[in-house]
């Protein structure tokens, strides 16, 4: 059974610049959850997506934007980088019903 | 608006026992977790618990009074290796599915 991943591990990007982070979920797994983790706090919620469908959003401007294809993996598309969205973007799968999610190794941008 | 609040640190001796506390408010309820993270690490499943009560799992039980709308994550026969931040993370609806995660409990075990 394959674990969630994401690609890249790290990325370095200037102010105003645009990024995608990819997320593949686990193997049975239809829900993708994004966060966004600052340095020694909780994980944010930035959104949810469902066999494909946004499910539930946190607040996080629509300058974050997301895709789930149709084998469940996922794109985090962040526009107009700011400063403050330096951060471990971590992603998370799970079924539907169980909520219980897994965690990929996260992606951690830094923002110049 | 949701809010978790738990304990910022923790210490405690290798083979004791913690207990990590967590208390929320939230509308929309649907269920409560507890996460471990080490330190650069992504963070792990521990528990879920949407009815109250106590669910115990191993070395590991987890505790919900959504009356109260407190949870606590007990710990026992403490290893080295339970170093880590604990968070506590509630689902809630509104508008859809959503999360909201507490500042985490950096926990310390000192030999």
């Known amino acids: 059974e394959t674990g969630v991943t994401q690609s890249p591990t790290h990325l370095i990007k200037t102010r105003g610049q645009q990024v995608t982070l990819r997320c593949s979920s686990q193997s049975g797994h239809n829900t993708v959850s994004w966060y966004q983790q600052a340095l020694g706090q909780g994980p944010q919620f930035i959104f949810q997506?469902?066999?494909?469908?946004?499910?539930g959003r946190g607040n996080f401007p629509p300058r974050f934007s997301g895709l789930q294809f149709p084998n469940y993996s996922s794109e985090l598309n962040v526009n107009a980088l700011e400063l403050d969205d330096s951060a471990l973007y971590l992603c998370?799968?799970?079924?539907?019903?169980?909520?219980?999610?897994?965690f990929g190794p996260g992606t951690r941008l830094t923002v110049t | 608006g949701q809010n978790i609040d738990q304990p910022t640190e923790m210490t405690a001796t290798e083979g004791a026992i913690v207990q990590i506390n967590c208390t929320y408010q939230t509308s929309g309820f649907n269920g409560l977790f507890w996460y471990q993270q080490h330190a650069g690490e992504a963070p792990t499943f521990l528990s879920y618990?949407?009815?109250?009560g106590l669910e115990e799992k191993g070395r590991f039980s987890s505790f919900l009074s959504r009356s109260k709308g407190y949870s606590y994550l007990l710990l026992k026969e403490l290893q080295m290796k339970d170093s880590a931040s604990y968070l506590c993370a509630v689902a809630f609806v509104n508008y859809g599915q959503n999360f909201v995660f507490g500042p985490g409990t950096r926990l310390s075990v000192l030999p």
């Open positions: 998370a799968s799970s079924e539907r019903l169980a909520f219980e999610q897994y």
């Open positions: 618990n949407v009815l109250d």
């Open positions: 997506y469902y066999r494909e469908e946004e499910n």
